[in-house]
């Protein structure tokens, strides 16, 4: 079987699976392929090292370039892939251009596909990750989901449900797994800042992130962002691990005073270690990313999400997230909610709970030999 990741989140979700397939199913014969559509270390080597994952028996190094692009180049470098290995199932997980890449070669070679993290939906067609999503699971032949929703969104896109797996959350499967592993946000803080670090720490930090192509590539929005952002600063200081798109386009905005001389600490991309150990030792967490709604949550710490929609909404209703969107005075109003709710008891979601890699990996190794 051929395993596919090729972007910075796909790693975490990749770990625990490789974990269980060498524990439970070498018979397998698991192999990785590595798209290499993120290629920085700090986007990419450097989680390899850190979770411990395989080296890659293959690496497509397709790099950055327009989706079609992108997209057309992973498909013509994995199709001999399969040729050569002729697997009898191709794992894709999450809703990155790899994942819906690969899918389509390997279902058109009639090889099976597995879908990690299949079901989820924004509902918002002007996102990438979502066309990724509804047509890698129309593709899929076994689709293993992490919350409840999932299931109706499959079912009415007219998927039969006997395909479908409650397996939970292999990125809570990482986290739980590392979390004792995390370093310090004082070390890491310590690090970026040097002296200046214990005032950021005296009464807490807020930790943002923010790579959403709709959030950084309309240069009115990010401007907006940014400024709301250095006004929220001045209440509790925020560390910024900052994407490098994100970074791209506030220089050629031309944005990057609007949070010089703020409190926003802007740090490189973290390795997963340090972002864990920033997390769990944050009061509040402002983002646009789909993994850390699910982490906050799995934390109970406060989450606000810089979006109008989300694809994750388990963690609405059962976790510490708030969907706030775009507009000042919502973020500023969410905030201070925020801030006086403080942190709650830890939220875990059904099957989430360290072991979906194990659940996948079982039902896996019997589904292949039906
Ligand atoms: C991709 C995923 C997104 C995921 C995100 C996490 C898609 C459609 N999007 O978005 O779902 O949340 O990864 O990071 O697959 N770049 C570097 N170094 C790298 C990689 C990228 O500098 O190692 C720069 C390049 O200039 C590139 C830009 O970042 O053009 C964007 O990278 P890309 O992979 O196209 O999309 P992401 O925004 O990272």
């Not at 989680?47 to 057309?72: C, K, M, R, W, Y």
């Not at 969107?325 to 059904?350: K, W």
Request: aromatic fraction near 4%.
């Amino acid at each position: 079987m051929l395993c596919v990741v090729g972007a910075r989140p796909n790693f975490m979700k990749i770990m625990p699976l490789m974990r269980a397939f060498a524990a439970r199913a070498p018979e397998l014969n698991v192999k990785l392929v590595h798209t290499g559509q993120h290629y920085d270390v700090e986007m990419n080597s450097q989680f390899f090292n850190q979770l411990g994952i395989p080296t890659p028996d293959v690496s497509l190094e397709v790099g950055s370039g327009t989706h079609a692009v992108q997209t057309a180049e992973i498909m013509k470098r994995f199709e001999p892939v399969v040729d050569e290995h002729a697997p009898d199932a191709v794992l894709v997980v999450g809703d990155v251009n790899s994942t819906i890449a690969c899918s389509l070669v390997a279902a058109k070679k009639g090889v099976r596909v597995v879908h990690v993290e299949a079901g989820l939906r924004s509902r918002d067609r002007s996102m990438p990750e979502e066309i990724n999503r509804i047509l890698t699971d129309q593709l899929s032949d076994r689709l293993y989901i992490t919350e409840d929703e999932a299931i109706g969104n499959l079912i009415a896109e007219g998927i039969r449900g006997d395909k479908i797996v409650h397996a939970g959350n292999v990125m809570i499967d990482t986290l739980l797994a590392c979390r004792s592993d995390a370093a310090p946000a004082t070390e890491t803080l310590g690090q970026a800042l040097g002296e200046a670090a214990s005032k950021w720490l005296e009464g807490g930090y807020g930790l943002l992130t923010l790579h959403r192509p709709s959030n950084v590539d309309d240069a009115e929005t990010l401007q907006r962002l940014l400024a709301t952002i250095a006004r929220l600063s001045e209440r509790l200081p925020l560390v910024f691990p900052m994407h490098p798109r994100t970074q791209a386009r506030i220089e050629e905005y031309g944005l990057g005073g609007i949070i010089g001389p703020s409190r926003v600490a802007v740090l490189g991309p973290q390795g997963y270690l340090e972002m864990l150990g920033l997390l769990d030792g944050t009061r509040l967490v402002l983002t646009d990313s789909g993994g850390l709604q699910e982490e906050s949550t799995a934390l109970g710490v406060p989450c606000l999400t810089l979006r109008e929609n989300t694809e994750r909404p388990v963690t609405i209703r059962e976790g510490t997230n708030v969907l706030v969107g775009t507009d000042t005075a919502a973020i500023e109003a969410a905030f201070e909610g925020a801030l006086s709710r403080g942190r709650s008891a830890e939220r875990r979601p059904r099957n989430w709970d360290g072991r979906a890699a194990e659940r996948i990996v079982d039902d896996l190794a019997a589904w292949l030999k039906q």
